[in-house]
């Protein structure tokens, strides 16, 4: 019997009205056949009328197990009233909160960003059988956990994506079902641009960057849970089916951090051009890109300043690039010179954890500055750092980066 795993957003249960669409929904999946678990988040901004109650009434005198505790209600509140709405319509259900005997999500004694126990919780997410077999529909908190103590713990950002999942890998479900306020993954921000489409698919590698970069259908964190042997897909409310065919996020999760440092094989050059008030003559970049385009080469970096314009080009490229920018730079009133440099080496470093990591250039770079390697050039982003050394320095700058990471 096919097994699915269905968990609803806070704003998909926000008023009376979308929490009955929710349950009729399940229960329509219930009536094909299916077996189906609900995981849901709290009713629309309860989670931060609490926050903003307790800090109000205690500041920072609320200890993190209070702060727990307090947060936990807005799950165990919309589980109750769900799971009531389905047996109204004629199918048992039964919640299942940190206190249930049956409660699946064990963690570690962090309350409020704990991490989940997966050999113990696997192990008694099977207990949801039970009911699933006797034909009842379990509605669970998403978002919270359980410590070796009993005290309810919090999952942290993206908890209830997090539960999903895991659930849905735990009981090795035919499909999770993230239920949300959007049809799916769209190209861009419908509310910024009106022609923004629905994607029929995106990669699970495409969705974490599309999260990590601000998309707020789907918490990056929550992906490291995905199984790749299970169907995962992202729907609208508003469609009133689980069985819409939303957005299919596909293929598997890899681990950045098992790649988390990569040192490009070959020798990057970089080619500097010169001149006044470069950030203000418009057009100069995309002119200087498509010199080196119309050649076929590759640009692995590029950086801008006021007085300097840098492109990093794989060695061999450059040699042929090179008279083709001086060119360039002669028939420019606001370039002066060009300047090919020696042999660099370019490291590369991705992890979605980097936008959650406070000081992380600093960690890569203070054990270059410890060895006395110079650092030629850097850039950042909110999931990559890229540095750019001395190609005699290359392989020691890796070994060194990868004992920090």
Known sequence: MELIVAKFGGTSVGNGKRIRQAAQSVVDEYMKGKKVVVVVSAINKTTDELTTITEDAMGNEATARARAEILSMGEKTSIRVISSVIESLGVKSEYIDPDHELWPILTD????????DFEASEEKAQGLFKLLDEGIIPVICGFLGRDSEGNTTTLGRGGSDITAFFLGHALKANEVIIVTDVDGVMSTDPRKIADAIKLDQISVEEMRDLATHGAQVLHPHALRYKDPDIDAKIIGFEKECLADAGTAIVGPFEDANDNLVDLHPEPITAVAMVGEDLLNHVGLIAKITGVIADVGVNIYGISAGQN???????KVDADVVYPLLHDLVVNEDNLSSIS???????????????????????????????????????????????????WKDSRKAYDLIKEVL
């Open 340 to 390: 090919l440099g020696g042999d660099i080496g370019m490291l590369t470093m991705v992890s979605p954890e980097f936008i959650d990591t406070p000081g992380i250039v600093s960690i890569i770079t203070s054990p270059l500055k410890d060895n006395d390697i110079n650092i030629v050039e850097i850039s950042s982003s909110q999931t990559a750092v890229v540095v750019f050394v001395e």
């Open 109 to 116: 004694n962090v309350p409020l960003s704990a991490e989940i």
């Open 308 to 314: 300097s314009i840098t492109t990093f080009l794989n």
